[in-house]
């Protein structure tokens, strides 16, 4: 039996390889969310994936290549779109319409949209953006406006570097994580 954990803190014993692990590729070591399924752990990584083991993945030759557009849920776009647009930083590119509005981070669109049969204002996935250097760009979003969640702090010791992140939150409440890779 493989040992495998649910939510990566406690171990749970798992099936050994058979119709539930071939579901998974063929490997009991694949997820950590499967019962029959675990995922390889790199030591200091919870929830990492065992590169050695990366061959027993398909392969697929339509897999996604980068994340184009991320959209956030919020009340109302003229209110939040001055705060991603003058407090966070992110160009601005276009409206369509009162409902949605469309900023650049990097190579990736935000949208900011209204519920509109999806999505829960204020219940958004984090968003991480990269900083640098995080101490001042926080200092600085909270004071154009942000309101501060939680001080840049040391989340991460990795072998090539420290993964240091802070917390703010939009007008709507949605949290936001701000992200710094220190070498």
Not at 41 to 64: E, R, Y
Not at 137 to 157: C, F, K, S, Y
Request: a negative charge.
């Amino acid at each position: 039996m493989a040992l495998g954990g649910e939510s990566g803190d406690e171990p749970v014993e798992t099936e050994p390889a058979g119709a539930d692990a071939r579901r998974c590729g063929g490997n009991v070591n694949v997820s950590m969310h499967h019962p029959t399924c675990t995922l390889g752990l790199v030591p200091g990584f919870p929830g990492s994936l065992n590169l050695q083991d990366a061959h027993i993945f398909p392969t697929m030759s339509t897999a996604p290549t980068a994340i184009g557009q991320i959209a956030i849920t919020v009340r109302d776009v003229a209110t939040s779109l001055p705060f991603y647009r003058d407090v966070l930083g992110l160009p601005f590119l276009f409206s369509a319409g009162p409902e949605l509005a469309f900023l650049s981070c990097g190579e990736v669109r935000l949208m900011l949209s209204t519920p509109q049969g999806a999505g829960s204002v204020g219940a958004n996935s984090v968003l991480y953006l990269k900083v640098s250097p995080i101490e001042q760009a926080h200092r600085e979003i909270v004071e154009r406006g942000a309101t501060n969640e939680r001080d840049p702090q040391l989340a991460a010791t990795m072998p090539d570097h420290e993964l240091w992140i802070g917390f703010v939150r939009d007008p709507d409440g949605n949290l936001i994580g701000l992200m710094e890779e220190k070498h």
